[in-house]
T-cell receptor, first 109, second 114 residues
Framework: LAKTTQPISMDSYEGQEVNITCSHN???????ITWYQQFPSQGPRFIIQ???TKVTNEVASLFIPADRKSSTLSLPRVSLSDTAVYYCLPMNRDDKIIFGKGTRLHILP | DTGVSQDPRHKITKRGQNVTFRCDPISEHNRLYWYRQTLGQGPEFLTY????????KSRLLSDRFSAERPKGSFSTLEIQRTEQGDSAMYLC????????????FGSGTRLTVV
């Protein structure tokens, strides 16, 4: 299973764009890069998933370079409600998800 | 269908008692997972079912833990002779397998052993 490295914590201000980068040097060919968000006392929630290049949905964008050794989750114009833990997870259809500690994002007013 | 449901949301029990948690997955999902999460840590994998078959169990799942998924629908996780170290959030997730590489998690059951 691919090991990931992401910042333990980040602070930002409301209205800013936040980028969280994750490195996954030994990602497998059949792994998709998936990001989850978790609020206190709730289960993780799927945000976005991609294999290569750029994926955008109504919540976030995901940038994956050609070598796929890293990925960047981009949250546009964050609000206080985006304060949460964000997990970067290589996933495929055969293996269970292995979570790291994630990135604690704290949005300040 | 409103997602993955877990019951109860909170459970306080005395050390040595047995507890059972229930998870109702999204109806068309054939895979079901149990995770445990302690404060400040990411969720830790416990076990996984495909339909009614339990395909993998973590070494974290001691003999006091047992999980079932009869008929491939809801699942139960039982902890016998609870210990204070079992205090955690127990999360259930389901997925539809190969067509979607993502899990839907429930809100969890918070267990406190006193």
């Amino acid at each position: 299973l691919a090991k990931t490295t992401q910042p333990i914590s980040m602070d930002s201000y409301e209205g800013q764009e936040v980028n969280i980068t994750c490195s996954h040097n030994n990602i497998a060919t059949n792994d998709y890069i998936t990001w989850y968000q978790q609020f206190p006392s709730q289960g993780p929630r799927f945000i976005i998933q991609g294999y290569k290049t750029k994926v955008t949905n109504e919540v976030a964008s995901l940038f994956i370079p050609a070598d796929r050794k890293s990925s960047t989750l981009s949250l546009p114009r964050v609000s206080l409600s985006d304060t949460a833990v964000y997990y970067c997870l290589p996933m495929n259809r055969d293996d269970k998800i292995i979570f790291g500690k994630g990135t604690r994002l704290h949005i300040l007013p | 269908d409103t997602g993955v449901s877990q019951d109860p949301r909170h459970k306080i029990t005395k050390r040595g008692q047995n507890v059972t948690f229930r998870c109702d997955p999204i109806s068309e999902h054939n895979r079901l997972y149990w995770y445990r999460q302690t404060l400040g840590q990411g969720p830790e994998f416990l076990t996984y079912f495909q339909n009614e078959a339990q395909l993998e169990k973590s070494r974290l799942l001691s003999d006091r833990f047992s999980a079932e998924r009869p008929k491939g629908s809801f699942s139960t996780l039982e902890i016998q002779r609870t210990e204070q170290g079992d205090s955690a959030m127990y999360l259930c997730a389901s997925s539809s397998g190969p067509r979607f590489y993502g899990y839907t998690f429930g809100s969890g059951t918070r267990l406190t052993v006193v």
